[in-house]
């Protein structure tokens, strides 16, 4: 079985359901498509909106950091966790899935979507989500607790360290150059708190990987 949904359901309004479904153990797959936005209310700013991003209720750019759903679900233990990215490793995601449809619990995919909302030419959405994952915004990973039966780590990071800015990502969308044309300096402090975060989540996803 998989339950699909976007991120304003998965973040915010349905997010005790989420969670509740995940803490069951049962055997069903969920799969989050992650734009960001509320995308079909005419994108407001969800939970799952990054720093510096212009939306609807985040006029100013959002000044609070994204939730991460992915950390959450892996602290239980017992969750399979992927984050996919098909524009930047379509043979990540593929085994994503296959790994989440063979495991017998509760999995969470979570899967970079871009979105009209973003302000991009979404003929070249593809490339966007590569510079995404590339930038360390949105590492590739996988979570599957059956491999701690072998003595091995459960926790893989899938991407490679980030070889660009955050900002070479995010001056490709709208959501992002719009607040340089109207607030410049409100728009450079966010963009160092953004990719500050960056940093700090590359880091601890990597002693994750590294550590067990």
């Not at 509740?20 to 939970?47: C, F, M, P, W």
Request: hydrophobic share 40%; aromatic share 8%; charged share 20%.
């Amino acid at each position: 079985m998989w339950i699909v949904g976007g991120d304003g359901w998965a973040y915010d309004i349905g997010s005790s359901g989420l969670d509740h479904v995940l803490s069951t153990g049962r055997n069903v797959n969920i799969l989050v498509l992650d734009t960001e936005v509320y995308s079909n209310t005419g994108g407001q700013a969800s939970k799952s909106t990054p720093i510096g991003a212009v939306a609807k209720f985040a006029n100013a750019g959002k000044a609070v950091g994204k939730k991460d759903i992915g950390l959450q679900a892996i602290s239980y233990g017992n969750v399979y966790v992927a984050r996919v990215a098909m524009g930047a490793n379509p043979q990540q995601t593929l085994l994503a899935f296959r790994e989440a449809e063979a495991y017998e619990g509760p999995s969470l995919v979570l899967a970079y979507s871009h979105c009209i909302a973003h302000g991009i030419n979404m003929q070249n959405g593809l490339d966007q989500q590569n510079r995404a994952v590339h930038s360390g915004y949105w590492p590739l990973l996988r979570y599957n607790p059956e491999v701690r039966q072998s003595g091995e780590n459960p926790f893989v990071l899938d991407s490679p360290r980030p070889t660009l800015k955050l900002r070479d990502y995010a001056d490709n969308e709208l959501r992002y150059r719009m607040l340089r044309i109207t607030n410049p300096k409100g728009a450079d402090r966010l963009m160092q708190m953004a990719q500050a975060a960056v940093d700090r989540k590359w880091k601890l996803y990597e002693d994750m990987a590294t550590q067990g």
